[in-house]
């Protein structure tokens, strides 16, 4: 697939590739700089403060619909607060499985190259992460918020067969949907200061973690045969499905007093929800489409999802 060469290294049919030792050894200055131990820079046992969100109110899944207009304020801070739960319930999820295909991403790799040892070192970030996410979790006094049986068992099945495209695709979107939303949040003074620090240590070092994986796809995306790059578009499309589902645990309407059939159906329903899906994986889908992810039948099941317009 490669049409040509300048002075920044390969380009070829999907864009300039870099060079993949030097983009491992830029991320691994960056981690030198900018890392963080979640248990020392968060103050855990701080009170929470009175009044103050869990997660910004544009951004829970009911809000601007009907039933959202019916609930007084204390159960709509409420349901943000599970639902800030359930995010990182869903964030432990997703980083367990990050990590295993990052070892099997390096398994075969040269161990002392920087491209390993940068692998190495966002398996011990998102081992920080994955900590900081349940210890939150248990400090906000909420039951975890697992995924599907089902979902949980295809999530074995991927990250047991995944190729190496896929894997870096599903790493996308895991990370980038949550990112957007978090760049929303620690900035933002109605959050509870622990939420604010969280997302702000989660926000810098997946910083690294995504141009790592976008750098990693684009190569694999040249690079494999095509039966591999079909497969990769049908299986993020089908990730993509069970992302959307996953988003939020449909148990914490039942918690927090809702009926849980009608805030679904609410939920499905909300243009506004619509929109915020969208928005956030605006930046990975155009990226996707830009080195030929969203073709065919994986585009189809990528607008099924819902998080393609």
Known sequence: MTTATDAGGPRDALGPLRDREQVAERLLASSARHSFDPDRELDWD?????????????????YGTPLWRRMPEEQRMDLARHEAASLASLGVWFEIILIQLLVRHVYDKPMTSSHVRYALTEIEDECRHSKMFTRFIQRAGVRPYPVSRLHHNLAR?????????????????????LDWMQRLTF????????????????????????????????????????WEAELTRISSGQAARVMSASFVNPRVYTDVGLDRREAVAQVRA?????????????????????IGVLRGAGRRLWRSSGLLA
Not at 46 to 62: D, H, N
Not at 166 to 176: H, I, Q, V, Y
Not at 270 to 290: C, I, N, Y
Request: overall charge neutral; charged content about 30%; some cysteine.
């Open 157 to 177: 099945v991927l990250k047991t067969v995944s190729t190496t495209p896929g894997s870096f695709t599903a790493t996308l979107l895991g990370e980038e949907i």
């Open 270 to 290: 909300s243009g506004h929800r619509r929109e915020v899906m969208q928005t956030g994986a605006k930046r990975l889908t155009e990226f996707l489409d830009e």
């Open 46 to 62: 701080a009170p929470f403060e009175e009044g103050k969100w869990f997660w910004p109110p544009e951004l829970v899944s009911l």
């Open 187 to 226: 900035p933002d003074e109605r959050i509870q200061p622990l939420v604010r620090g969280i997302t702000r240590i989660h926000v810098v070092e997946e910083a690294r973690h995504v141009r790592y994986a976008r750098e990693e796809l684009r190569r694999q995306m040249a690079s494999c045969p095509r």
